[in-house]
């Protein structure tokens, strides 16, 4: 990756004379898009039009056109409902539809593995986004009758262990905000849906270092989550497993908690240095 370079106020000359190789380019549209998202990849918040209009040198109306585009194909998406950008779906999706397979899934691969091995049950890796989490990956335990679900298809963001473990990676503040503008779902009577009683189980997730789930997100269902974070305790993805409830008791469901916990924390420390 080129980081934004500064210098002309027409961004796509500016590109092109600061990239070697970007010389012979000859549809500047499709080079504003792409630094648009180098920025967007390399930004520690979300960014809002005129902020990327400022970091591209380009008019407002342009990266307007840019966003809503791009927002249109998956490739960004909005943050918690404001106007401010991130990396949508779209990217991880077209990745694994071409074959190859993301430095991410390559490395947690062999937790899934070993996950289903050990635990019997299904275990996934998702990346959240636009208010999901989609599914990169995912690994069969042995039971016959066992939890799937397609590569590619999505859980919503506050869908039952998987919400709190994502949530565990907020500050205070960044939570606070969010339950007091948020209703929460009601998937099953099951679910948290109290403001207070959410946030002591987000708690209790960050400390646990992995979020419990017993019949909260689909009746019959018990998981156990754990994010996976990079560099600045960044959101990666979200590691989980989960089964019927008829093969995981209260014990065992704590026992998989904590193998996904660390499952999760040993990836997150190869990704750290991986970059």
């Not at 646990?208 to 269902?221: F, K, Q």
Request: glycine residues 8%.
């Amino acid at each position: 990756m080129f980081p934004p370079q500064n210098g002309h106020r027409d961004g796509a000359t500016s590109a092109s004379r600061s990239h070697n190789g970007a010389a012979g380019i000859r549809v500047p549209a499709v080079l504003k898009a792409f630094k648009l998202l180098e920025i967007v990849s390399q930004s520690e918040k979300p960014l809002g039009v005129s902020e990327l209009a400022r970091r591209l040198e380009l008019g407002k109306s342009t990266v307007h056109g840019l966003v809503t585009t791009l927002e249109a194909l998956g490739v960004l998406e909005t943050a918690n409902g404001s106007r401010r950008y991130v990396l949508g779906p779209r990217l991880a999706s077209l990745s694994l539809r071409s074959g190859i397979s993301p430095d991410l899934r390559a490395s947690a691969r062999p937790a899934l593995e070993r996950l289903a091995q050990t635990t019997e049950q299904t275990t996934f890796l998702g990346v959240p986004a636009d208010g999901q989490v989609t599914i990169l990956d995912i690994v069969h335990g042995r039971p016959t009758l066992s939890i799937s679900a397609p590569v590619g298809s999505s859980v919503p963001m506050l869908a039952g262990a998987v919400g709190k473990a994502l949530l565990s990676t907020w500050d205070a503040k960044r939570l606070d905000d969010f339950l007091v503008t948020t209703t929460l779902p009601a998937f099953t009577p099951a679910s948290l849906t109290e403001r207070e009683e959410y946030r002591r189980a987000v708690t209790e997730t960050q400390a646990r270092g992995a979020a419990i789930d017993v019949d909260e997100y689909i009746e019959g269902v018990r998981a156990a989550a754990a994010p996976i974070v990079g560099p600045g305790a960044k959101l990666v993805a979200i590691l989980w497993v989960a089964g019927f409830s008829r093969h995981i008791d209260a014990a065992r469901l704590q026992s998989i908690a904590t193998e996904v916990a660390s499952e999760a924390a040993e990836i997150s420390q190869r990704l750290a240095h991986s970059i």
